[in-house]
Every structure is written in C-alpha cells, then in structure tokens.
C-alpha cells in the first residue's frame, strides 16, 4: 500500500468506525484472556473473557449511535461493525465455551456451527440491508436474532464459572455419542445460532 492511499484510508475513519474498533479489540482480548485460562486454569482470566463481551456491546451499542448522531453512516463503517461482531460475538463466545470444557467433537460441531451462524447471519444483513430500509432509508427490523445477543451465552458461561461447575463438573454431564463426547451444554450455541440465521423471526430494530 503506498503512502498516498494509507492516509486516504485513515481519512475515511469517522468517529463512530473507532467505537468499533475497540469492540474488536474487546474480543481480541477476550480471546486471549480465554487462552490464557486454558493454560494457567485461573479463574479471572475466565471472567475477564466473559466481562469483555459486555464491553464489546456497548461500544457496538455506541459506534450505531454515533453514526447516526454525526450522519456518518458508510458502506466501510459497515462492514467494520461486522468484522468486529464475528470476533466479539461470534468467535469469543465460542473460544470461552471450549475453555470452559466443551472440548468434545460434538462440541466442536457445535461451536464452529455457532461461529459460521454468526457469519452467515451478518453476510445476509449486509446484502438485504438496502432492500430491507424504508422509506427512511433505516432497516426496520432484523431477521433473526442479532449476533450481539450472544452476550447471554458468556453471562451463563460466567455464572457458571462462579459456581465452579467448568470442565469436568460442567452441567448436564457429557455423553460420549459414538466416537465422540458430548456437553448437552453445547445446546445453547446450537440454539443461538439457529435463531441467528432465521427468516421467520423478525425482531424490530431500535
């Protein structure tokens, strides 16, 4: 990339696209700090993971805001604000699962199904965008759950944690379903992702 077009993007950031950069940067640490529990089994990295998803949620809460206060809405502040959901959402929620202890194979099958769920659902948003606005040019409602919903999954994820019911103790037990075991607790991404990626539920947009 030349000088010339590095300061052309920089110019393009507006107020709001830096709001979505620290989401990310919310669940990049997220991530870490769900590693770093994994190696060192000490429970305030695990809670730490799990209080940075609120925190991504009110910056995704704030850049929205913002851009619509400033009138700086923009196909790059877009597709950040996307970029940024898959990490904090999407890929720290299930880094946080498989550190708690749900490291079956259908686990896995869970976990990753979740994460493409959230993909999938923000790649759909971003093309239906234009056709799903109004007269006044704002989308009226989501179709499925928004993926910021899964802000819900760490919060049982950490009152878990505080129960000290991770790894072996997690609730429900595990299976082991032909050659793989399984955490009925793994359910919860299924059913989170599910309700991302589905055109009949039809949620208003504030």
């Not at 920089?10 to 696209?17: G, I």
């Not at 955490?183 to 504030?206: A, D, E, Q």
């Amino acid at each position: 990339m030349t000088p010339k077009r590095h300061f052309t993007m920089v110019r393009e950031f507006h107020l709001a696209d830096f709001f979505t950069l620290a989401n990310a940067a919310c669940g990049v640490a997220g991530v870490f700090c769900a590693m770093l529990f994994v190696g060192t089994q000490s429970l305030h990295y695990f809670m730490w993971a799990a209080a940075l998803a609120p925190a991504a949620f009110v910056f995704d809460v704030l850049d929205g805001r913002i851009a619509r206060w400033r009138k700086t809405h923009s196909a790059l502040g877009r597709e950040l604000d996307s970029l940024a959901d898959v990490i904090s959402f999407g890929v720290a929620p299930a880094t946080l699962g498989f550190a708690a202890g749900l490291t079956g194979g259908w686990d896995w099958a869970a976990l990753i199904y979740f994460v493409c769920c959230g993909v999938g659902r923000l790649a759909r948003f971003n093309v239906t965008a234009e056709s799903l606005s109004g007269a006044s040019g704002k989308v009226a409602y989501f179709e499925g759950t928004p993926i910021p919903t899964s802000v819900v999954l760490t919060g049982v994820l950490a009152w878990i944690a505080w129960k000290g019911w991770l790894g072996a103790a997690l609730p429900g037990g595990v299976w082991t379903l032909g050659p793989w075991d399984f955490h009925p607790l793994s359910l919860m991404f299924v059913l989170s992702g599910t309700l991302m990626i589905s055109k009949t539920l039809r949620i208003p947009k504030p």
